[in-house]
């Protein structure tokens, strides 16, 4: 059996430059939200400090929940109830354009860097089980919407403190992350394609025009906002977490 062993020679290259260094950082910093988020979805405990709800858990769908948004899954569910919400957005990214050349450059080498031989010496592309589930993107993408949407009504109750209307830091926090994850999510290719790449002229659309110029010009910094969003949902929880926990207390404005 011939010897699968990875080695340098493998990668050997006419590169002089840390070509290494861009994939080294995305699997440290993919990995360590993956690591992250589980175990932050598997805590099932401060996720909830009102009126501050974690990103990671909403909505709340089950009676377990510590706020419950909408009761779909009744009181049977005794497992935490991010996990059923979280294969959403996780899917809307793992499956996003930007991110398949990300994690396929950094995780399977394939390839790491310009210029530099692939890992495997056979390509298949996404011709075979899993990467076939890569083209329910978009599918995906309308999901998203739902939950983007859900993000957006928390801002709104981050308002509505026990003791009546006010803004505090949580607030901003709650707000810059749906503002962020929507960026995300408007920059996306599949909502470009929805918005004017079903249109053979543009001639007697000029609104669809209009619209699909925005979303271009934010598709152009779509790797900006994947990476920004994806340090701004795991910062949203974090700080939800730590209030609840009582590590630090939320500044209130008024």
Partial sequence: ????????????????????????????????????????????????????????????????????????????????????????????????????????????????????????KSYSGETRFPFLFQNIHRYFFYLSLIILAFLWWDVLLAFKFPDGFGMGVGTIVLGANAALLTLFSLSCNSCRHICGGSLNSFHNAPGKYKTWRFISGLNEKHMEYAWVSLFGVALADLYVRLLSMGVITDLRFF
């Avoid at 993919?30 to 909505?59: C, E, K, R």
């Avoid at 080498?109 to 031989?117: G, I, K, T």
Wanted: aromatic share 20%; proline share 8%; net charge positive.
């Fill in 1 to 120: 059996m011939a010897d699968k062993t990875l080695t340098l020679d493998q990668f050997r290259t006419l590169r002089k430059d840390n070509w290494w260094v861009e994939p080294l950082l995305v699997v440290v910093v993919l990995g360590g939200f993956a690591i992250y988020a589980t175990w932050a979805a598997l805590q099932n405990a401060h996720y909830y400090v009102d009126p501050y709800l974690s990103p990671f858990y909403s909505p709340c769908l089950a009676d377990n929940c510590a706020h419950v948004t909408l009761p779909l899954f009744g009181s049977w569910w005794n497992l935490s109830p991010a996990f059923l919400i979280l294969w959403i957005p996780g899917g809307f990214r793992a499956t996003c354009y930007y991110y398949r050349k990300a994690y396929y450059r950094s995780f399977f080498l394939s390839p790491p860097a310009c210029a530099v031989r692939d890992a495997s």
